[in-house]
């Protein structure tokens, strides 16, 4: 199935959670803030969320530095 991640088609396999997504794209959970379908998703979703055909996905991914 596919999704739009960040502006980009991705294919995904179906009944994929928000931080398997995640974890497969190799980011940290912790580290990334995720709105889906227009709504920022708190972290405690992360773990229950299943992405759906077709729904928009937003990632920021918060980098420290100094």
């Known amino acids: 199935m596919k999704i739009i991640c960040n ?7 179906s ?3 928000l931080i398997d997504f995640i974890s497969e794209q ?3 959970p ?3 803030v995720a709105e889906y ?3 920022i998703i708190s972290r405690d ?3 229950t969320l299943m992405l759906e055909e077709n729904s928009k996905l937003e990632l920021i991914r918060f ?3 100094g």
Not at 7 to 13: A, C, L, P, V
């Open 7 to 13: 502006g980009t088609e991705k294919e995904i396999r």
């Open 45 to 47: 979703e992360y773990e």
């Open 15 to 17: 009944g994929i959670t």
């Open 37 to 39: 379908e227009g709504k």
């Open 30 to 32: 912790d580290t990334v």
């Open 63 to 65: 980098v420290g530095g």
């Open 26 to 28: 190799d980011l940290n």
